[in-house]
């Protein structure tokens, strides 16, 4: 029994690794051959508005919600060391660090990724990527590519407009509700938030989820078996694996970003 | 050298580690014929048009298309090659999020600087030749089966190959289209001067209208010769496969113990 | 769907992207990071810089005029050195002293600079000579309760 489950855990992290390997090679491969993408820019603005500008809805209502909660939740917590006027900062700091990149992220990959991964992967089962193959046409350069830029170039635009809509929403509840003073939330938060250390971070950040997501997307559906649960076992584990892949890579990057402050 | 076979190929064998698929192939297409590889499903006969394909390599043996040979070429001159090579995959395999008429213009926008406007009479051309000029604004979707398979041969015909390949271009049809598909196969063939390679298993629509037949099994070649000659063969697999009888050298049984043993009727052992 | 409307909604998407970072940058963040370019280093000393951390202000007359950049504990003196970074349109006289404060009684801290009378001005890499430190509440409590019992105690 034990040796048993011992032999399968192993089998498994052999496999997972030479998954990653394979991932790895997709990845590369793929920036070899994104010529395409920009010389023929059409092709990925088609895509960016399959990814991005399909996203817009959910991220900008998701953005305004969490905003609001958050101005509900900070002022509640605020209140009681009488320092209200500190909202915009907490409603700020926490989108533009953290909630913006991260939220926005996992919902692109639960929006965009699987779509991403059920297109490219039936796409595959129907050999559109094996005809394309024989007409002399690179599917990595002609089909691939341009959809992963077009995730590494919307992620951050999206991650700014969740972080805007968010901000907003904090302004609607804590100012507009509840009143704290307009200007001194507006002035705390400009005190407070520096361009550097945290609106470039944060860009930063939502550049890396962005690779991230679209690499997982892409190659599960590259690799996905030609078949309907073949597909449908990929669009799960791009969901699944992005959504990890983001929180850990989150934690690493905060980890080497705001080290040494605070 | 310019030879009049198109496509040769010359012991080829090809497997996965687990499962040896071609066991030694000899195979000649001449320019301007029809020919078609039978064989039962599953033989390989697809594994040997990827490979004419350049999309696998040869584990031994030549595979030579015009001239070159198909398994040493590195990607560019591969894509090269394909450029004058055409496939009809079985289901046709158009792209579903484009319409029937950017299907067809596909090619000649990847691989040519023609005007749009040039791009659409040759399209339309196509289209007529396969009878769907009238189609051209539908989306895939909108096809029937044999409809999407003619759309699909426009389309591989759009840069004017000389060597098609049909992937079982008769499979899922009714019969009016399977006529239809075969008239067009052999029309196209002489019109255009290509040279096609037919995989399939329908032997009576096929023998209609090829040149020249190859049987394939398990992994290697067991018959071939014009469509009279197979016709009048006494090859107890060629008479088999023709006349489809269920039983014959290709067993209706998948290999299995005794039958009387896996019902365990000697008796079960405690 | 048509071209042309695809192209108009991506560039509507990015457009909308790039107002969102600029709203970001410009009335959430402050842009005016003194960045390496047009700015000044100089060094503080302090025994006691209390709870002032790295990005506090540097203010003078309540405008903020730069940052802390770095805190470093000095080996040799005991000291703490703090490295302001100061923008190169604020020129200081060479004895200005700077002191670490409180903005209101519990707020964050940060290090005022009060301006001297030399006409010689600071220089990167300077040292400002005068400093005071970080009031430390318990010192000052202590204090307060020492004085009263000094009061309290019999002639």
Known sequence: MLRRAIENLGNRTVQGIWRMGFAARFFFAVLLHSGTAFRRFGLTIREMYFTGVLSLIIILVSGLFVGMVLGLQGYETLQTYGSEE??????????????????????????????????IGLMKATEQLSAMEMMAVDPIARVVAPRFWAGVISMPLLAALFSAMGIFGGYLVGVQLIGVDEGSFWAQMQSAVDFEQDILNGVIKSVVFGVAISTIALFEGYDAPPTAEGVSGATTRTVVTSSLAVLALDFVLTAFMFRGLN | MQTDNLVEIRDVAFGYSARQILKGINLVARRGQVVAIMGSSGCGKTTLLRLIGGQIRPGQGTVRVAGQSVGELNQADLYRLRRKMGMLFQFGALFTDISVFDNVAFQLREHT?????????????????????????????????????????????????????????????????????????????????????????????????????????????????????????????????????????????????????????????? | MNRTTLDLWVGLFVIAGIAALLFLALKVGSMNTVNTSDSYEVVARFENIGGLKVRAPVKSAGVVVGRVVDIRFDNERYEAAVTLRLGKHYAFPKDTSAAILTSGLLGEQYVGLAAGGDSVKLKDKDQIQLTQDAVVLENLIGQFLYGKAQEGAPQ
Request: charged share 20%; no cysteine; net charge negative.
């Open chain 2, 113 to 270: 600087d023609l005007p749009e406007e040039a791009i659409r009479d040759l399209v339309l051309m196509k289209l007529n030749a396969v009878g769907l000029r009238g189609a051209a604004r539908l989306m895939p979707a909108e096809l029937s089966g044999g409809m999407a398979r003619r759309v699909a041969l426009a389309r591989a015909i759009a840069l004017d190959p000389m060597l098609v390949m049909y992937d079982e271009p008769f499979a899922g049809l009714d019969p009016i289209s399977l006529g239809v598909t075969g008239n067009l196969i052999r029309r196209l063939t002489d019109t255009l001067g290509l040279t096609s390679l037919l995989v399939t298993h329908d032997v009576q629509e096929s023998l209609k209208i090829v040149d020249y037949v190859y049987f394939v099994s398990e992994g290697v070649i067991v018959a071939e010769g014009t469509a009279a000659e197979i016709r009048a063969s006494t090859l107890p697999y060629v008479h088999q496969f023709i006349h489809g009888e269920a039983d014959g050298p290709v067993p209706f049984h998948y290999p299995a113990p005794a039958y009387a043993e896996d019902l365990q009727l000697g008796g079960r052992r405690a």
């Open chain 1, 86 to 119: 500190a909202l915009g900062i907490l409603v700020a700091l926490s989108l533009v660090r953290e909630l913006g990149p991260v939220v926005a992220a996992l919902l692109f990959a639960s929006r965009a990724g699987s779509a991403i991964t059920a297109e």
